[in-house]
């Protein structure tokens, strides 16, 4: 059903560990590239999807202890799927490489 309404907004946003498990309790915040911040919510769920104004944005999302930021346009028409993914979002200080 959710994926039925997903073509109604413009960004569409996953969480989701490496290993493929989705991901929810991640704190996002979202600003315009020249702005204050627009946003600041919890997610319920996996996704978060946004229907806003064309133009480029920053996602920051927190799940954990461990930020991971996006750069991202959204378009006039149509609209972009942006994924962000975790290798363990509880494991505090530690470096691994993908």
């Known amino acids: 059903m959710l994926q039925a309404l997903a073509p109604r907004f413009n960004q569409r946003i996953t969480f989701a560990l490496t290993g493929g498990e989705y991901l929810s309790d991640v704190t996002v915040t979202l600003n315009p590239e020249r702005g204050v911040e627009l946003l600041k919510a919890r997610t ?52 691994s490489s993908l």
Not at 44 to 64: C, D, E, N, T
Request: proline content about 12%; charged content about 20%; overall charge positive.
């Open 44 to 95: 319920h769920g996996p996704f978060i999807y946004f229907r806003m104004p064309p133009g480029r944005y920053r996602i920051a999302a927190q799940a954990g202890h461990v930020i991971e930021h996006r750069w991202v346009n959204v378009p006039v028409k149509g609209g972009i799927d942006t994924r962000f993914y975790w290798p363990e979002p509880n494991r505090h200080g530690v470096v």
